[in-house]
Structure formats: C-alpha cells, structure tokens
C-alpha cells in the first residue's frame, strides 16, 4: 500500500479518501480465500488510486484459540473504525462435534452481525454462463438465472431467547420479529426491486407462523409506497420447490433469517458452485462483506478452495464504498477467469487451478 499522503508543491496533505478496511480471515479456508481477495483489493487500489488501509483481526475459532473469545474487543473496536469490513468464514469441526461446547465459534459471527447493526443480508444468485455444466440442474433452467436474496440478519430466531427447561429434557428458541424490524428490510428490499425487473416475493411460512403473518401485513402495507414493483407471496417450502424448478422466476427475495439461510445454500448450489456467492450485509453504519460457501475446513490448508465468492464479495465492497468502476472491472476479470477454465478443481475438473493461481489471474488481469 502507498503511503496514505500527499506531497503536492513540498507540503504534505492528509489523504482524507484512504479507506479503511477491517480484514478478519476466520477460519478454515477463510485465509485463503481472503489472502487472494486482498491481492485483488491491491491490484485495484494501483489501477484506481484508492489508498485502502487493510488491518487484520481475529474471529471464532481462531480468535478462541488466541483469545479464548470469539470475538475479541479488538476485533469490535476496528470494525467500528473502519470504513468496511471483509470477513472470510467462521467455524471448526471441532466445536460441531461438541454439543457441550459453551463458547463457539459461530457466536463471533452472530455478534459482530448484531453489534454493527447489519440487519440486511444481501445474497445476489447469479449463473455464469461458463458454469452451465457445473450445475445440478438442466441448463434450461440455469440458463439467465439471477436474484437476489435480501435475508434479514439480526432477528428471528437466531436471536431469540433460547434454553432448556424441564431439567434439560426439553430445549426452545424463540423466534420474535418487531414491524420496525421488518419494515427497515422491507423497504430496502423493494429499493433494489426498483432498479431490477420490480418483481419482490417475500418467503415465509404465514399458514403456519404468526411471525411470518406480522411480516406479510407489514410488507404489503410497504409495497403501497412501491405501486411500481410487483409483490407476491410464497410459502418458504413452496419456495425451496420454485429455486429448482423455476430459479429465473425469481428477481429479489424477501424472508426472514432462517428461511434465508437455508434458501441461499440452495440457491448457490444451483449456480454451479458455492465457491461463486459473494454476500453484503449492511444495516446502520458500517458494512460487511463475506463469501456465502463458509470455512469448508476439508478444503483447508489444500490450495482447492475457491476465491472467486471472497473476490466477488470485494467487488460489491468497492461498489459499496463508490468506487463502481473498480468492482465492475474485478466482476468483468472473474468472467474473463471463468471463460478460460483458471477456476479450482469444483468448476474446471481435468485442469484445475489452486486458489493462489486463480487470485492471481484475477488481479493482473485488472491491472492489465
Ligand atoms: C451463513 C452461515 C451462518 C448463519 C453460520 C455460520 C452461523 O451459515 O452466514 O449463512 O447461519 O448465518
Ligand atoms: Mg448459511
């Protein structure tokens, strides 16, 4: 990185445009991905003159190792700081095997998502046409497929209070959602319908869930300030149904945090592989940028692990911070590595590149 001043005629000028960004890797292929990112992030910093100040931090499992807290104060403190946050994946085996666990990794994640207040999670799904083989389903279906999914984040029943009772023998989560928690993600939601093909359904379970009924009656009274975007309704299995049968039915999405979950994981594999889903969260003030695929700790330490979603996630912070040129350049330069094969061994099978060989296509080919 360049010295973040200027010289201009012998005097030195803060450079107030620097951006800072918080860097936390995580676990399992998290570094490596992110390491590929960053070189990315570099190359774009050259071409476009943005003066990014990249720090790094600890969350989840490595943090626990470092700290014995997922998610350090340290940690807090420079996202807080930061202009953006780019995050790798959370998680290790260890703690999945252990129901007893008190302290887990994943609880850095969930943390750090409510303490920056990032409400909305924004999950594109998009096919690559070079992808087509890769995909379960038939290629007229994947053919031209691209939504995007607006999961709420800091709600629902992630966050409600959860326990056991009846001497351990019995265990709850409660699942809660307030109109203003829905309304903030809605209103989003229908924002993005706006500037796509204004088609927003909103996924949810309302024959079964009073939550899911709170969500309908506060997004249709929303869409009355959108008269301009079609809304429909989907219960979430139907939905699960409509993703393989139809996936170009879909423009934006609108649920709930499990349902989202649990719908993006699908989605992406349809595309191909999960290694392409790049992720935003935002909310109150500072955003925060992951791969959607998770800290695959098979993968780990193997160089096979696909940086192109962690890439993709650096595309859409650089859009985000408004540099639109740069992230459209580095989503033009992933196409142009899938077009000729340079993808890990999920995509390009008989010739696969490691993870360092395909980050770095992606970023000469930038500076180029
Ligand atoms: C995701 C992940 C997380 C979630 C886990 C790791 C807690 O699956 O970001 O989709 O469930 O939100
Ligand atoms: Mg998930």
């Not at 890797?25 to 070189?39: L, N």
């Not at 095997?97 to 994943?106: K, L, M, Q, S, W």
Request: charged share 25%; proline share 4%; net charge negative.
């Amino acid at each position: 990185m360049r010295c973040p001043c200027k010289i201009v005629n012998n005097e030195i000028y803060s450079n107030v445009s620097m951006k800072k960004i918080a860097i936390l890797a995580g676990d399992g292929v998290g570094p490596e991905v992110i390491s590929e990112a960053v070189k990315v992030l570099q190359a774009a910093d050259e071409k476009y003159n943005i003066d990014f100040d990249l720090k790094y931090e600890l969350i989840g499992a490595c943090a626990i190792d470092a700290t014995g807290d997922p998610l350090p104060a340290a940690t807090v403190e420079r996202c807080q700081s930061s202009d953006a946050v780019l995050l790798g994946a959370v998680g290790h085996p260890r703690f999945d095997n252990n129901p007893a666990a008190t302290v887990r990794p994943e609880q850095g994640l969930l943390k750090i998502r409510k303490t920056l207040g990032l409400y909305a999670n924004i999950r594109p799904i998009k096919s690559y046409k070079s992808l087509y083989k890769a995909s379960p389903l038939k290629e007229s279906l994947i053919t031209d497929v691209d939504f995007v999914v607006f999961r709420e984040l800091t709600g629902g029943i992630y966050f409600g209070d959860k326990g056991r009772r009846g001497n351990g023998s019995e265990a709850f989560d409660l699942c809660a959602y307030s109109v203003e928690e829905v309304e903030r993600i809605a209103r989003l939601a229908f924002e993005a319908a706006q500037g796509r093909r204004r088609h927003l359904t909103l996924v949810d379970k309302a024959n079964v869930l009073e939550t899911s009924r709170l969500w309908r009656e506060t997004v249709s009274k929303i869409s009355n300030d959108f008269p301009n975007v079609q809304l429909d309704s989907m219960f979430v299995d139907n939905a699960a149904m409509k993703i393989v049968q139809q996936p170009a039915f879909f423009d934006v999405i609108l649920t709930e945090n499990m349902f989202g979950d649990i719908l993006t994981d699908e989605a992406s594999a349809i595309t191909g592989s999960i290694g392409m889903l790049p992720s935003a969260s935002v909310g109150s003030k500072v955003a925060l940028f992951e791969p959607v695929h998770g800290s695959f700790p098979e993968g780990a330490g193997r160089g096979i692990a696909n940086p192109m979603a962690a890439i993709l996630s650096a595309a859409m912070m650089l859009e985000y911070l408004g540099y639109r040129e740069a992230g459209q350049d580095v989503r033009a330069a992933v196409e142009r590595a899938l077009e000729k094969g340079v993808a890990t061994e999920e995509i390009s099978r008989d010739k696969a590149a490691s993870t360092s060989e395909v980050g770095d296509f992606i970023a000469k080919s930038i500076v180029a």
